[in-house]
Nanobody, 121 residues
Framework: QVQLVESGGGLVQAGGSLRLSCAASGSFFRINVMGWYRQAPGKQRELVARITDGGSADVADSVKGRFTISRDNAKNTVSLQMNSLKPEDTAVYYC???????????????WGRGTQVTVSS
């Protein structure tokens, strides 16, 4: 059984910083991509940032220059450093992993339960 455990959410004033972390535990054979998505009330879930096992990262235009994603392959962890936070960054942030459990199995998406980030103006 696999599990993604997020931490680091909370309440912060506009202009402040938060760091989200996610640890993937369980019997992953490989983890290709780790990332963060977010969902604000009344909106669809959207990609914030993702990073491959080789270190190649994609960051949404809305957070580019403010958010940085990093990954520790040895520990199966991914972090999101969020600086210069804005009220529009308020959302539930979900950790996401794309990987496989065995050598022969296909890759699929796994999700954490989410952590709330609230940015006050």
């Amino acid at each position: 059984q696999v599990q993604l455990v997020e931490s680091g959410g909370g309440l912060v004033q506009a202009g402040g910083s938060l760091r989200l972390s996610c640890a993937a535990s369980g019997s992953f054979f490989r983890i290709n991509v780790m990332g963060w998505y977010r969902q604000a009330p009344g909106k669809q879930r959207e990609l914030v940032a993702r990073i491959t096992d080789g270190g190649s990262a994609d960051v949404a235009d809305s957070v580019k220059g403010r958010f940085t994603i990093s990954r520790d392959n040895a520990k199966n962890t991914v972090s999101l450093q969020m600086n210069s936070l804005k009220p529009e960054d308020t959302a539930v942030y979900y950790c996401n992993v794309y990987g496989g459990l065995t050598m022969m199995s296909g890759d699929k998406f796994y999700w954490g339960r989410g952590t709330q980030v609230t940015v006050s103006s």
